[in-house]
């Protein structure tokens, strides 16, 4: 299985504050990755697909970078409505994993 | 708009068996791949099954492989998922979510139900 090794496990960020979580493959996965956003008591929401491609609506502070084994979520300008956890997912290949989460509180 | 729906969740005693549905809406359920997806209390999201548009492939992770069935009534815009043989560990919010497939090869959940509680316990 793939595992994804995702960093920090939480996170504090001061309003306007660009902040960065990480996720790391256990193998290439040719960026078939995509980041969610989850508020409390929430179902997930999709930000980002294949690594860097915003999902429709989403707010363009949020990027994706990232290939290979290595891959970035960055968040520019941190808003009040930003917290939550976020997962990263894998879907090269089955079975499909996530990432082990980042909290993000405002500080 | 999109929407997914989940139902059937609730308490069962280990060993027993629970089908969860998801009606769907918004979209043309037969063209799209869908998937279970669970997320025990306070833990993290652990994908569990896929079906293809048309139900003819599926997959499973192994912890379930054999005790669980997805399928997919197309006529009704209906996803199912059979759970037999129960485990405390299967214990979690179950989340029925479309697959998005762009380009055929970048795949992943571009919409997700609210989720239906499954609790495993005597």
């Known amino acids: 299985d793939i595992q994804m090794t995702q960093s920090p496990a939480s996170l504090s960020a001061s309003l306007g504050e660009t902040i960065s979580i990480e996720c790391r493959a256990s193998e290439d996965i040719y960026s078939n990755l995509a980041w969610y956003q989850q508020k409390s008591g929430k179902s997930p929401q999709l930000l980002i697909y294949?690594?860097?491609r915003l999902q429709d609506g989403v707010p363009s502070r949020f990027s994706g970078s990232g290939s290979g084994t290595q891959y970035s979520l960055k968040i520019s300008g941190m808003q009040p409505e930003d917290e939550g956890d976020y997962f990263c997912l894998q879907g090269s290949k089955f079975p499909w994993t996530f990432g082990g989460g980042t909290k993000l509180e405002l500080k | 708009e999109v929407q997914l729906v989940e139902s059937g969740g609730g308490l069962v005693q280990p060993g027993r068996s629970m089908k969860l549905s998801c009606a769907a809406s918004?979209?043309?359920?037969?063209?799209?791949?869908m998937a279970w997806v669970r997320q025990a209390p306070t833990k993290g999201l652990e994908w569990v099954a896929t079906?293809?548009?048309?139900?003819?492939?599926?997959y499973y992770r192994d912890s379930v492989k054999g005790r669980f069935t997805i399928s997919r009534d197309n006529a009704k815009s209906t996803l199912y998922l059979q759970m037999n043989s129960l485990r405390s560990e299967d214990t979690a919010t179950y989340y029925c979510?479309?697959?998005?497939?762009?380009?055929?090869?970048?795949?992943?959940?571009?919409?997700w139900g609210p989720g239906t509680m499954v609790t495993v316990s005597s």
């Open positions: 294949a690594a860097n």
């Open positions: 979510t479309r697959v998005e497939d762009w380009e055929l090869f970048y795949w992943y959940f571009d919409f």
């Open positions: 918004g979209f043309t359920f037969s063209n799209y791949g």
């Open positions: 079906i293809s548009y048309d139900g003819s492939s599926t």
